[in-house]
């Protein structure tokens, strides 16, 4: 890593827990479909349509949006994402109807999908050579931290101060992930490690790797 990078745990715990905020919300309204729809005057099923506007989104955007890293960088493609993230959280915090909570979950997916191959990519740009694989297993736990901890907790709290409440919880912790995030971004400034050629093809494998397959 360049000098000027923050200390490797740190990059890994921001990579860390961008994925775990991702993965969270991809869970998240299951648990809350009888509170979220009494509130928006839905069913169950309807409310978990804007889970599936969620996964759509992050299918477009791994497709649509996710090359833009190969051009710009995946550091500041990641800032980017998480910035749109954060919109998405507050928006869903105060969508006044069920169309208004889908749109929401639908840019929370696109940022999302953006995010994800991203973040992939720079866990392999900060490893020091010869433990790559070990810091890429490192930010994948960010995937199990959402599934054991944000999820059950996210949801328990949903019962103490109410479902926006929660999504304003995570637009203010995507908000510190993005500022923590800064760093990663300097990377790909002109000789910076995310900008080789190297972190380009790692960004395109990665991305293949991250879109749902059928079957």
Do not use: H
């Not at 639908?106 to 866990?123: K, Q």
């Not at 109410?162 to 637009?171: F, I, K, Q, T």
């Amino acid at each position: 890593m360049p000098s000027s990078a923050p200390p490797l745990w740190i990059s890994i715990a921001t990579l860390m827990c961008a994925i775990a905020i991702v993965g969270t919300n991809a869970l998240l309204l299951s648990p809350l479909v009888q509170t979220v729809g009494a509130d928006l005057a839905a069913s169950p099923a309807q409310v978990l349509w804007a889970s599936s506007g969620y996964g759509l989104g992050v299918a477009a955007a791994a497709l649509l949006i996710a090359p833009i890293g190969d051009r710009i960088g995946a550091g500041r493609l990641l800032r980017m994402a998480l910035a749109v993230l954060t919109l998405g959280f507050v928006a869903s915090a105060l969508a006044p109807s069920l169309a208004a909570l889908i749109a929401a979950q639908v840019l929370c997916g696109l940022a999302g999908g953006a995010a994800l191959p991203s973040i992939y990519t720079m866990a392999a740009v900060i490893a020091p050579k010869g433990r790559e694989a070990r810091v890429v297993g490192a930010v994948l736990t960010g995937w199990t931290l959402s599934l054991v901890l944000g999820v059950s907790l996210a949801a328990w709290s949903a019962e103490l101060v109410g479902w926006r409440a929660v999504y304003g919880a995570l637009a203010a912790l995507c908000a510190l992930i993005w500022t923590l995030s800064a760093p990663l971004a300097r990377l790909d400034e002109p000789g910076g490690a995310a900008s080789s050629p190297s972190a380009r093809c790692e960004c395109r494998a990665w991305r293949a790797a991250s879109l749902p397959r059928s079957g």
